[in-house]
Protein backbone atom coordinates (compact mmCIF):
# COMPACT_ATOMS: atom_id res chain seq x y z
CA UNK A 1 0.00 0.00 0.00
CA UNK A 2 2.99 2.61 0.74
CA UNK A 3 4.14 2.10 -3.03
CA UNK A 4 0.57 2.87 -3.96
CA UNK A 5 0.07 6.24 -2.17
CA UNK A 6 3.49 7.26 -3.12
CA UNK A 7 2.19 6.64 -6.90
CA UNK A 8 -0.79 8.38 -6.18
CA UNK A 9 1.03 11.28 -4.36
CA UNK A 10 2.80 11.35 -7.70
CA UNK A 11 0.58 11.38 -10.37
CA UNK A 12 -0.18 13.67 -13.09
CA UNK A 13 -1.46 11.41 -15.12
CA UNK A 14 -4.72 13.96 -15.62
CA UNK A 15 -5.60 17.51 -15.22
CA UNK A 16 -7.09 16.86 -11.64
CA UNK A 17 -3.80 17.50 -9.79
CA UNK A 18 -3.06 20.71 -11.08
CA UNK A 19 -6.02 22.17 -8.70
CA UNK A 20 -6.17 19.62 -5.70
CA UNK A 21 -4.40 20.34 -2.45
CA UNK A 22 -3.71 16.77 -2.17
CA UNK A 23 -4.74 13.56 -3.27
CA UNK A 24 -7.31 11.30 -1.17
CA UNK A 25 -6.77 7.59 -1.20
CA UNK A 26 -7.99 5.64 1.45
CA UNK A 27 -9.36 5.76 4.93
CA UNK A 28 -10.26 2.36 7.25
CA UNK A 29 -9.03 -0.86 6.97
CA UNK A 30 -6.62 -2.17 4.09
CA UNK A 31 -7.57 -5.66 4.95
CA UNK A 32 -11.39 -5.20 5.38
CA UNK A 33 -13.71 -7.25 4.42
CA UNK A 34 -15.74 -4.84 3.38
CA UNK A 35 -14.59 -2.32 0.37
CA UNK A 36 -16.77 1.29 0.15
CA UNK A 37 -16.07 3.06 -3.07
CA UNK A 38 -17.45 6.57 -3.71
CA UNK A 39 -16.91 8.92 -6.54
CA UNK A 40 -14.51 11.92 -6.08
CA UNK A 41 -13.50 13.77 -3.45
CA UNK A 42 -14.95 17.20 -2.11
CA UNK A 43 -14.00 20.32 -0.42
CA UNK A 44 -13.59 18.85 2.62
CA UNK A 45 -11.48 15.55 1.50
CA UNK A 46 -9.55 17.54 -0.49
CA UNK A 47 -8.16 19.63 2.34
CA UNK A 48 -8.00 16.55 4.86
CA UNK A 49 -6.94 13.36 2.27
CA UNK A 50 -9.61 11.59 4.19
CA UNK A 51 -12.64 10.22 2.00
CA UNK A 52 -16.37 11.09 3.25
CA UNK A 53 -15.16 13.17 5.76
CA UNK A 54 -18.15 15.77 5.33
CA UNK A 55 -22.00 16.18 5.40
CA UNK A 56 -21.96 12.89 3.50
CA UNK A 57 -19.49 11.18 5.58
CA UNK A 58 -21.50 11.46 8.67
CA UNK A 59 -24.53 9.66 6.69
CA UNK A 60 -22.00 7.21 5.96
CA UNK A 61 -20.96 6.89 9.57
CA UNK A 62 -24.56 6.65 10.85
CA UNK A 63 -25.38 3.66 7.74
CA UNK A 64 -22.13 1.73 9.13
CA UNK A 65 -23.34 1.87 13.00
CA UNK A 66 -26.51 1.23 11.78
CA UNK A 67 -24.82 -2.62 10.99
CA UNK A 68 -22.61 -2.08 14.32
CA UNK A 69 -19.45 -1.29 11.80
CA UNK A 70 -17.43 1.57 12.09
CA UNK A 71 -15.16 2.98 10.25
CA UNK A 72 -11.59 1.15 10.98
CA UNK A 73 -13.50 -1.99 10.15
CA UNK A 74 -14.44 -0.86 6.19
CA UNK A 75 -12.26 0.18 3.68
CA UNK A 76 -13.28 3.83 2.21
CA UNK A 77 -12.17 5.03 -1.16
CA UNK A 78 -13.16 6.82 -4.40
CA UNK A 79 -12.58 5.72 -8.07
CA UNK A 80 -11.16 9.42 -8.72
CA UNK A 81 -8.23 10.19 -6.00
CA UNK A 82 -8.13 14.27 -6.73
CA UNK A 83 -11.07 16.72 -6.41
CA UNK A 84 -12.49 17.80 -9.88
CA UNK A 85 -12.97 21.80 -9.57
CA UNK A 86 -16.46 23.20 -7.61
CA UNK A 87 -16.98 19.30 -7.06
CA UNK A 88 -18.19 18.95 -10.61
CA UNK A 89 -18.52 15.38 -11.70
CA UNK A 90 -15.77 12.96 -12.90
CA UNK A 91 -15.03 12.68 -16.42
CA UNK A 92 -14.76 9.75 -18.32
CA UNK A 93 -11.12 10.56 -19.07
CA UNK A 94 -10.12 11.01 -15.80
CA UNK A 95 -12.36 7.19 -14.29
CA UNK A 96 -10.42 5.82 -16.65
CA UNK A 97 -7.25 7.22 -15.58
CA UNK A 98 -7.12 7.24 -12.09
CA UNK A 99 -9.36 3.57 -12.51
CA UNK A 100 -5.98 1.84 -12.34
CA UNK A 101 -4.54 2.81 -8.76
CA UNK A 102 -8.42 1.87 -7.36
CA UNK A 103 -7.99 -1.75 -9.50
CA UNK A 104 -4.39 -1.82 -7.34
CA UNK A 105 -6.14 -0.78 -4.44
CA UNK A 106 -8.73 -3.75 -4.95
CA UNK A 107 -5.94 -6.35 -4.84
CA UNK A 108 -4.08 -4.94 -1.86
CA UNK A 109 -7.48 -5.27 -0.07
CA UNK A 110 -8.86 -8.30 -1.70
CA UNK A 111 -12.47 -7.21 0.22
CA UNK A 112 -15.01 -9.74 0.05
CA UNK A 113 -17.89 -7.34 -0.77
CA UNK A 114 -17.30 -4.26 -2.57
CA UNK A 115 -20.10 -1.49 -2.29
CA UNK A 116 -19.70 1.25 -5.12
CA UNK A 117 -21.56 4.31 -3.98
CA UNK A 118 -23.05 6.39 -6.60
CA UNK A 119 -24.21 6.02 -10.49
CA UNK A 120 -19.98 6.91 -11.17
CA UNK A 121 -18.19 3.57 -9.13
CA UNK A 122 -21.57 1.47 -10.20
CA UNK A 123 -20.94 2.05 -13.62
CA UNK A 124 -17.01 1.66 -13.34
CA UNK A 125 -17.82 -1.95 -10.88
CA UNK A 126 -20.63 -3.44 -12.77
CA UNK A 127 -18.54 -2.74 -16.22
CA UNK A 128 -15.60 -4.23 -14.74
CA UNK A 129 -17.32 -7.38 -13.60
CA UNK A 130 -19.86 -7.93 -16.13
CA UNK A 131 -19.36 -6.03 -19.27
CA UNK A 132 -22.37 -4.27 -18.80
CA UNK A 133 -23.86 -0.95 -17.96
CA UNK A 134 -27.02 -0.29 -15.32
CA UNK A 135 -28.45 2.34 -13.74
CA UNK A 136 -28.15 3.16 -10.04
CA UNK A 137 -32.16 3.13 -9.54
CA UNK A 138 -32.29 -0.24 -11.09
CA UNK A 139 -29.80 -2.40 -9.48
CA UNK A 140 -28.86 -0.40 -5.63
CA UNK A 141 -29.31 -3.07 -3.13
CA UNK A 142 -28.98 -6.14 -5.56
CA UNK A 143 -26.46 -8.94 -4.44
CA UNK A 144 -24.02 -9.55 -7.70
CA UNK A 145 -21.60 -11.89 -6.99
CA UNK A 146 -18.84 -13.13 -9.65
CA UNK A 147 -15.06 -14.43 -8.63
CA UNK A 148 -15.75 -14.80 -5.18
CA UNK A 149 -16.55 -11.69 -4.80
CA UNK A 150 -20.11 -10.12 -3.91
CA UNK A 151 -21.01 -6.59 -5.30
CA UNK A 152 -23.81 -4.39 -3.64
CA UNK A 153 -24.27 -1.26 -5.10
CA UNK A 154 -25.79 1.49 -3.38
CA UNK A 155 -26.72 5.44 -3.99
CA UNK A 156 -24.55 7.55 -2.63
CA UNK A 157 -25.16 8.86 0.98
CA UNK A 158 -24.86 12.22 -0.39
CA UNK A 159 -28.41 11.64 -1.84
CA UNK A 160 -29.97 11.44 1.35
CA UNK A 161 -28.68 15.35 2.00
CA UNK A 162 -31.38 16.17 -0.22
CA UNK A 163 -34.05 13.38 0.10
CA UNK A 164 -35.44 12.17 3.21
CA UNK A 165 -36.53 8.79 2.01
CA UNK A 166 -33.49 7.70 0.48
CA UNK A 167 -31.72 7.42 4.50
CA UNK A 168 -34.61 4.41 4.58
CA UNK A 169 -33.66 2.72 0.73
CA UNK A 170 -29.67 3.01 1.64
CA UNK A 171 -30.34 1.45 5.66
CA UNK A 172 -32.55 -1.63 3.91
CA UNK A 173 -29.51 -1.95 0.95
CA UNK A 174 -26.60 -1.80 3.76
CA UNK A 175 -28.15 -4.69 5.17
CA UNK A 176 -27.86 -6.91 2.81
CA UNK A 177 -24.23 -6.41 3.80
CA UNK A 178 -24.56 -7.96 7.03
CA UNK A 179 -26.43 -11.06 5.20
CA UNK A 180 -23.94 -11.68 3.04
CA UNK A 181 -20.62 -11.66 4.99
S1 LIG B 1 -7.23 12.04 -10.26
FE1 LIG B 1 -6.04 10.15 -10.31
S2 LIG B 1 -5.16 10.08 -12.38
FE2 LIG B 1 -5.78 12.19 -11.98
S3 LIG B 1 -3.95 13.19 -11.13
FE3 LIG B 1 -5.20 12.47 -9.41
S4 LIG B 1 -4.33 10.46 -8.91
FE4 LIG B 1 -3.65 10.98 -10.98
Redesign the pocket.
Known sequence: MKDLLKE?QN???????KT?IM?TIYCGNIKSKIMFIGE?PGKNEDETGVPFCGRAGKILDELLNYINFKREDVHITNI???RPPKNRD?KES?IK??G??LEKQIKLVNPKIICPLGRFSSKYILKKYFKKSFEIGEVHGKVFKVNNIVIIPMYHPAAAIYDNKKIDVLKKDFKKIINNL
Open positions: ICKKCGLYRPAVKCPEKCCF
